[in-house]
């Protein structure tokens, strides 16, 4: 039996994986000329950059099932987020009390009594056995969610808008509510963590256990079927199985009912500097984000987790300014906007360069309902990815698993 995989990101590695394990001929068709898809890891100066900000929430079950933890060389983060309001330089903390106990009061005070309290009524309802229960139900989009939980206006503007555009990539978040109650629940039940050498070493490490000659980079498709892949150069590929596991924006143009589908972009600055500016490494969150000259989401340095000779200091953007991270006048803009945080320390960091995400995250309905957006299966071709499921890890390790059920295949069993 041949086996044709499109894409070698996490999804395709290993559905890939698991196929060869189970009998398969595999081939797996990369255009690009690297693994990882969107989870990437490239070099800045003499630091090693993730493209794009990701963290591994430890409360994913798939990542057991499909990794050896211990290797990945994870550091978890603080369990709280800072929050800033730049225009007053007030900084203020907001964590879980029931994981750090210390945080209780400076919590509080942040958010206030009731939304504290609504907060806490949130993440007792999520089932650490079952993250995705909240996806069963069919929910209001994400803003609409927070107004019918009565969180307060101001909260919402400055806490949870801000940190939901993050996690959707999306100004406007045009999500289902219970995609915020997933991610909820991974915060609430794990921790958020990243691997020494980068978030390439998670698929890095599936790709470890593939056959020899099993990639073919550099290899653009035109088309597929049920059983045969046409590549851009004329050659075709016959197959007894055909899986596309490319990002949502590829995928439709094969599909019989494209989609409209929402271009999510996202931008790091990457700052070189002699000391951090945070003694914790937690997610600094803006409080004016949107506001004007407020372009920047959050910062955060990744040397707090896993040591260097200088920090890194990443400040994030979401949407149009992203595809113009490499104008001057916008890295000098972004470099005077952490001044206005951080003080003058920031005059003196070293913009080592950027990083852009194209299409970074999947666009889904907020009427979706389940743990599934489409399909497994059209027209014999079996489409797997986050886009298929939701917008996490987890989401595109379970559109693997959500196949090899289909297919009555097991999951790979990892070298001891």
């Known amino acids: 039996m041949k086996a044709v995989v499109v894409g070698a990101g996490l999804a395709g590695i290993a559905a890939t994986?698991?196929?060869?394990?189970?009998?398969?001929?595999?081939?797996?068709?990369?255009s690009s000329d690297r693994i990882g898809g969107r989870m990437k890891t490239t070099t800045l100066g003499k630091h090693s950059v993730?493209?794009?900000?990701h963290v591994l929430?430890?409360?994913?079950?798939?990542?057991?099932?499909?990794?050896?933890?211990?290797?990945?060389?994870?550091?978890?983060?603080?369990?709280?987020?800072?929050?800033?309001?730049?225009?007053?330089?007030?900084?203020?903390?907001?964590?879980?009390?029931?994981r750090a106990p210390l945080l209780m009061l400076p919590s509080l005070f942040t958010a206030g009594p009731w939304n504290s309290l609504r907060m806490l009524r949130w993440r007792l309802k999520s089932?650490?056995?079952?993250?995705?229960?909240?996806?069963?139900?069919?929910?209001?989009?994400?803003?609409?969610?927070?107004?019918?939980?009565?969180?307060?206006?101001?909260?919402?503007?400055?806490?949870?808008?801000?940190?939901?555009?993050?996690?959707?990539?999306?100004?406007?978040?045009?999500?289902?509510?219970?995609?915020?109650?997933?991610?909820?629940?991974?915060?609430s039940h794990g921790s958020m963590t990243m691997p020494k050498d980068g978030i390439q070493a998670v698929p890095q490490q599936l790709a470890s256990h593939l056959k020899e000659n099993t990639i073919r980079y550099d290899t653009k498709v035109r088309s597929v079927s049920s059983s045969e892949v046409e590549l851009e150069n004329g050659e075709t590929i016959g197959a007894d199985?055909?899986?596309?596991?490319?990002?949502?924006?590829?995928?439709?143009?094969?599909?019989?009912?494209?989609q409209q589908i929402l271009r999510k972009q996202t931008a790091t600055?990457?700052?070189?500097?002699?000391?951090?500016?945070l003694d914790k490494s937690r997610l600094l969150l803006n409080r004016e984000y949107e506001?004007?000259?407020?372009?920047?989401?959050?910062?955060?340095?990744?040397?707090?987790?896993?040591?260097s000779s200088k920090h890194l200091v990443v400040a994030t953007v979401v949407g149009?300014?992203?595809?113009?991270?490499?104008?001057?006048?916008?890295?000098?803009?972004?470099?005077?906007?952490?001044?206005?945080?951080?003080?003058?320390?920031?005059?003196?960091?070293?913009?080592?360069?950027?990083?852009?995400?194209?299409?970074?995250?999947?666009?889904?309905?907020?009427?979706?309902?389940?743990?599934?957006?489409?399909?497994?299966v059209h027209a014999g071709v079996y489409y797997i990815g986050d886009h298929t499921t939701h917008p996490s890890v987890h989401g595109t390790l379970r559109s693997v698993e959500r196949l090899l059920e289909n297919l009555e295949i097991s999951l790979p069993l990892r070298p001891s």
């Not at 199985?241 to 494209?258: D, F, S």
């Open 320 to 376: 149009e300014i992203a595809s113009d991270h490499e104008k001057k006048s916008v890295q000098k803009a972004i470099h005077e906007e952490l001044g206005q945080w951080f003080g003058q320390n920031a005059a003196s960091w070293k913009l080592i360069g950027t990083t852009h995400v194209d299409y970074a995250l999947p666009s889904g309905s907020v009427t979706a309902k389940g743990r599934k957006r489409m399909e497994l």
């Open 57 to 98: 929430h430890t409360a994913y079950p798939t990542l057991g099932r499909w990794l050896d933890i211990e290797r990945l060389n994870l550091k978890p983060m603080d369990p709280a987020t800072s929050l800033i309001t730049p225009s007053s330089g007030r900084l203020q903390t907001l964590g879980d009390p029931l």
């Open 127 to 187: 089932k650490k056995k079952d993250l995705e229960y909240a996806m069963d139900h069919p929910t209001l989009s994400i803003d609409k969610g927070f107004e019918s939980m009565r969180f307060s206006p101001s909260f919402r503007d400055t806490f949870l808008h801000p940190l939901f555009t993050g996690i959707t990539l999306d100004n406007e978040r045009r999500e289902r509510t219970s995609f915020a109650s997933f991610t909820w629940a991974a915060m």
């Open 291 to 307: 506001q004007e000259n407020q372009n920047i989401l959050h910062v955060h340095v990744p040397t707090l987790l896993h040591p």
């Open 50 to 53: 993730d493209e794009g900000f």
């Open 269 to 277: 600055f990457v700052f070189e500097a002699e000391q951090s500016p």
């Open 241 to 258: 199985l055909v899986v596309v596991a490319v990002p949502q924006h590829i995928a439709n143009t094969w599909l019989e009912n494209p």
């Open 17 to 30: 994986w698991a196929l060869q394990q189970h009998g398969y001929e595999c081939v797996l068709l990369e």
